[in-house]
């Protein structure tokens, strides 16, 4: 596999390509799709992840044989549903969400896909509702579609509640191009990456967003 330097910048990746291969790939079922779809009925921002990232996030699931995972971030439940329609009969999703009216447009999908029982909708701050579920730790699974900003604070907790072989996922890892820049925002997502580089075996997936994924390897 080339980098950018022995493909001298060039990138083979093309929208077309990247239709077809969810298409070929990630295909959606009812429910996926009409969460896919909530953003625009319901004039939200669409910012949930890709097609093919959330094939990612569901087959992940599977291969670890997670049963409590953590999202912080629901918007219309894209995600959590692509991770919770996986979990076992034992298993549960916390995701966390700010807006009201998103949570509710969550819970509503949610609904439809049957997984009301498995997907906990938690409308709060992020940090508030991290603290409001410590009891049923530790997890096996945090994924973090969130405020940036808050990013380092974000994977502190994670790193605190994750047991050791489990995952931490952030979605735009690159802060939208931004990662680099002299800001304190920025400044929060680089905490990120560098602390989770520490005690986890980790990686940045190159994403069109950037998606930094890492397996806790030790104690606190």
Known sequence: MGDQDSRAG????????????????APHGRAMQSAFDAPQDNAMPEIMVGQSEARFLSLLVQLTGAEKIVEVGTLAGYSAI???????????????????????????????????????????????????????????????DADKERY??????????????????????????????????????RRMHERTSLSFQSVCIPTPDGLMMGMKTRKD
């Open 82 to 144: 692509s991770m919770a329609q996986h979990l076992s009969d034992h298993g549960h999703l916390w995701s966390i969400e700010n807006e009201p009216k998103h949570a509710e447009v969550a819970r509503q999908h949610i609904a439809q896909a049957g997984l009301s029982e498995r997907i906990t909708v938690i409308c709060a701050d992020g940090l508030d509702g991290l603290a409001q579920i410590v009891q049923h730790g530790p997890f096996d699974m945090v994924f973090l």
């Open 10 to 25: 060039t990138s083979y990746s093309t929208k077309a390509i990247s239709l077809y291969c969810d298409e070929v790939h």
């Open 152 to 189: 380092d604070q974000y994977q502190i907790w994670a790193e605190d509640h994750l047991r050791v072989g489990g995952v931490l996922l952030a979605d735009n890892a690159y802060y939208f191009g931004h990662l680099l820049d002299e800001t304190d925002d920025a400044a929060a997502v």
